[in-house]
């Protein structure tokens, strides 16, 4: 079973709504990741932040907002989206960003927030 | 056991039988590889990894071969199992910085 939770599961939205997507893990991971997936696609990345600094963001509009409020929780504040914004939704965590070893510093993935805009 | 082809998008397979699975890879400078398999409605779940000074490592019933020559990367599943049922991706970290690039994925059918 994955150590990284993500809520909710489902969520529906209307296009003038606010929401938000949560994220958290307790394996002490200091690297945390948002990617998008749609449908019989691979996942996209979206969003790295390291030691709770954004390091990458991948162009993603801006109605995406990420939000890293500590080291176990990544929050990804949803605004104004679009219905092509429906997708799967996946958080990740990874020790770290650095160079990746066999001991351990793989990306783990959450079971992730399925998104419509409707 | 069956053979696909590169980019292959659907592999059929009888219980029992051995399974593999094909990736290429675009990234000369990707040193680190790893296999996810993903069930309907859920998240990518590690399989296995490897890194790119080793050419084979083996895990519970699953096997990761790695040609740098050919940027070829493969997933040998031993007994294929109806739970092995998935779409299975491969992934490269790239230019590194905890980006990784996803394959286009294969979807594994295990027939009993």
């Known amino acids: 079973d994955t150590e990284v939770t993500q809520t909710p599961k489902h969520l529906v939205m209307g296009m003038t709504n606010k929401k938000s997507l949560k994220c958290e893990q307790h394996?002490?991971?200091?690297?945390m990741y948002w990617y998008k997936q749609k449908a019989k696609k691979p996942p996209e990345l979206m969003f790295v932040?390291?030691?709770?600094?954004?390091?990458i963001n991948e162009s993603v509009p801006s109605r995406f907002s990420p939000e890293c409020p500590n080291s176990s929780l990544l929050n990804l504040h949803l605004h104004a989206l679009q219905p092509e914004d429906s997708a799967l939704y996946l958080c990740?965590?990874?020790?770290?960003?650095?160079?990746?070893?066999?001991?351990?510093?793989?990306?783990?993935f959450g079971e992730g927030s399925w998104l419509t805009v409707v | 056991g069956e053979s696909v082809g590169l980019h292959l998008p659907t592999l059929s397979v009888q219980e029992g039988d051995n399974s593999i699975i094909n990736c290429a890879y675009s990234?000369?400078?990707?040193?680190?590889f790893i296999w996810y398999k993903q069930e309907s409605g859920k998240g990518p779940q590690f399989i296995i990894d490897?890194?790119?000074?080793?050419d084979k490592r083996q895990g519970q019933r699953v096997t990761v071969l790695l040609n740098k020559t050919v940027k070829h990367l493969s997933l040998q599943i031993a007994a294929t199992q109806p739970g092995d049922s998935a779409v299975y991706f491969c992934?490269?970290?790239?230019?590194?910085?905890?980006?990784?690039?996803f394959g286009q994925g294969t979807e594994l059918s295990v027939k009993p």
């Open positions: 990740a965590s990874s020790q770290e960003t650095g160079t990746v070893s066999l001991s351990g510093n793989t990306i783990y």
């Open positions: 394996m002490g991971h200091r690297a």
């Open positions: 932040y390291s030691y709770e600094k954004l390091s």
């Open positions: 990234n000369s400078a990707s040193d680190y």
């Open positions: 490897i890194r790119s000074n080793m």
């Open positions: 992934a490269e970290n790239g230019s590194g910085g905890g980006k990784l690039i």
